[in-house]
């Protein structure tokens, strides 16, 4: 039997604005978390992603900046990659679907869609700008909201209550391209999916998932899909995207929402190719029926990879749609949206200069919104950082490495790293390593990195408990026996540290290079602690110089953040 595959995606960030904690926590850190797990327990993954590049409110923004369609969004491209590699976050390929190979693929499902009855041309109304003729849809209209007023409502959303918005009943229209009114409802022909045609089947599917699906995700999608699923228009008359590959179609655009989730597969194709790989990227992953196939997004993009996305990937024929959604909620911060128009916001790529990784990725993972919205705090931040990862994890490495350093400075014998797995201690050790297995299978991160301090607390209660500063005293071989299974403890929080801190984890394994490998990693992350004795079978000796791995935030840094969005320090 082949294998088992993952086949992991992160939801295409869009092009036309910076990313922001809320973005990280939605779903870049736990689809990474979860793509380094499934790698540590020795499984074959491929982590996608990619920027979506396409649609009017790039257009527009584009138009406001005075650049071009194309370095317009090569521009964010670049500075989402560098946002991903400063924190930690490694996919194997981050594709754009601007790109010619991402429009063959595009092209490939429409083409099988229409041909298989799934896509046809009806007539709408649309809105049309007399004076800078171009027609208005979406994004390149405002005006009244006909459900509740709201004076600057958008032509695809009313963003004070949420309404899906039919532009043609606006009233008060503005052009967002020119800032005329002189505007007029004209009819136009654009081509639909329809997903309705795939109800029975679309449904059959997804009420396999009732008991496997969170219940954040579920009881939503079912509510919206249960009595039928609504045609789409995917074209649009405008400028920027991928032509609609039909007879008479000139000026018409296949719409952002289509393209942008094939955007995974063309990508997987596209990876596969640079790397050399004789894997095909449909056949060995996407109709794979040996690949679980997991979608991290956040909530507001349930309907695009729960309903619109596997529909059609079922439709076609191109792909198996997904086994998992595990959508995330929205983070806030100080308890208000995140809003770079007014200034509260957090700049990703200051806040990583200021604190570093391992600080940032730890209290982003500590508060992920996995079943109800969280709010981000720098107060709150100092606090977990200074208190559970420095004072806890941080202090035990500490002490215990610089201990075993100036006591065994030519090495500490292996007879003192035996008995470990088969001790009390070690069971638990090896129990809880399996729990935190069992709680990233089922995408439960946030519990995960509890776990992870919960036996970080257990190992410096071992270390205080022995008081391996005492013992020397009056046994030094005592004292020894303390420190080398303390240093196993650490090895072990290396190890496992690996999925949520990789920068941590690196740090602390450094210290041990001359006992670690690839095997035994993949060995203690199993629970299997067995092999850990062979390891230290020429004992340990430290040549690293032993600093402090967790530095604490000082108040100056909290206070500066708070500054920065206009409030006080509490």
Known sequence: MQQKRHLITAALPYANGPIHFGHLVGAYLPSDVYNRHRRLQGEKTLFICGSDEHGVAIMLNAKKAGEDYQSYVNKWHADHAEVFKEYG??????????????????VKWFKDLHEKGYIEPRDGQQLYCNDCNNHLPDRFVEGTCYNCDFENARGDECPNCGEFIDPVKLTNTVCKICGSQNIEEVTVTQYYILLSKYHTEYRKW???????????????VNSLTEEN??????????????????????????????????????????????????????????????????????????????????????????????????????????????????????????AMKDFGQTALRYYLLSILPETTDSSFSWDQMQA?????????????????????????????????????SSSEHGKELAEDIKELNELLNGY?????????????????????????????????????????HSAIYALVLGTILEPFLPELSGKILNHFKSVTSDELAKEIYSGDLSGIEKAFSKGLKLTEKVEALVPKIEDDLIKKMYESLGLEKS
Request: include cysteine; charged fraction near 25%; aromatic fraction near 14%.
């Open 89 to 106: 976050v490694e996919f194997d390929f981050f594709g754009q679907t601007s790109a010619d190979y991402h429009a063959e693929e595009t």
């Open 444 to 484: 439960s991160i946030k519990k995960g990195i509890e776990k992870v301090m919960n036996i970080g607390q257990k190992a410096n209660n071992f270390f205080s408990d022995n008081a391996p500063w005492a013992q020397i005293k009056e046994d030094k071989d005592a004292a020894g026996k303390t420190l080398a």
């Open 229 to 350: 699923l609504h045609d789409r228009a995917i074209t649009r008359d405008i400028d920027w995207g991928i032509d609609v590959p039909l007879p008479n179609t000139e000026g018409k655009k296949l719409y952002v929402w289509f393209d942008a989730p094939i955007g995974y597969v063309s990508n997987t194709k596209k990876f596969l190719e640079e790397s050399g790989s004789s894997e095909h990227y449909l056949n060995d992953w996407w109709k794979n029926e040996n690949t679980e196939l997991t979608h991290f997004i956040g909530k507001d993009n349930i309907i695009f990879h729960a309903v619109i996305f596997p529909t059609m990937s079922m439709a076609s024929g191109h792909a198996k749609p997904a086994d998992q959604v595990p959508a995330n909620q929205f983070l806030n911060l100080e308890g208000k949206q995140f809003s770079k128009s007014t200034g509260h916001y957090v700049d990703a790529h200051v």
């Open 384 to 420: 977990k950082v200074n208190n559970e990862l420095a004072n806890n994890i941080g202090n035990f490495l500490n002490r215990c490495l610089k201990f075993t350093q100036k006591n065994w400075e030519e090495g500490m014998p292996a007879e003192y790293f035996t008995g470990f």
């Open 206 to 220: 997804f009420e396999s998932k009732k008991d496997v699906w969170r219940k954040t995700v579920y009881p939503y």
